[in-house]
């Protein structure tokens, strides 16, 4: 189907910024959106934001919206989840998942430890 490799992630302290990556590859051709998701220790996955493969277009959850920013790079079939204004609620490993016009996030890539401290 679709695989997904994130990476960028790490520690940072509060109000800081990171980016991270989501390479994609696999059958393109059949991917809807591009989701980024986030677990925290002993919580249950949320999602976080998403993108349109084809046109762009973003959503993103309340928690983030404002502070977070996904964008795609055409060239590279990669996307990004730029975090500016982390918070220490915002440690969590995050994923990158693909949904298709088949399986709503049915491909999820490995996750990327994102750590702020206070």
């Known amino acids: 189907q679709v695989q997904l490799v994130e990476s960028g992630g790490g520690l940072v302290q509060a109000g800081g910024s990171l980016r991270l990556s989501c390479a994609v590859s696999?059958?393109?051709?059949?991917?809807?959106?591009v989701g980024w998701f986030r677990q925290a220790p002993e919580k249950e996955r949320e999602f976080v934001g998403s993108l349109l493969w084809s046109g762009g277009g973003t959503d993103y959850a309340d928690s983030v919206k404002g502070r977070f920013t996904i964008s795609k790079d055409n060239t590279k079939n990669t996307v990004y989840l730029q975090m500016n204004s982390l918070e220490p609620e915002d440690t969590a490993i995050y994923y990158c998942?693909?949904?298709?016009?088949?399986?709503?996030?049915?491909?999820w890539g490995h996750g990327t430890q994102v750590t702020v401290t206070s």
């Open positions: 998942s693909a949904a298709t016009y088949g399986s709503p996030w049915g491909d």
């Open positions: 696999g059958r393109l051709f059949i991917l809807y959106k």
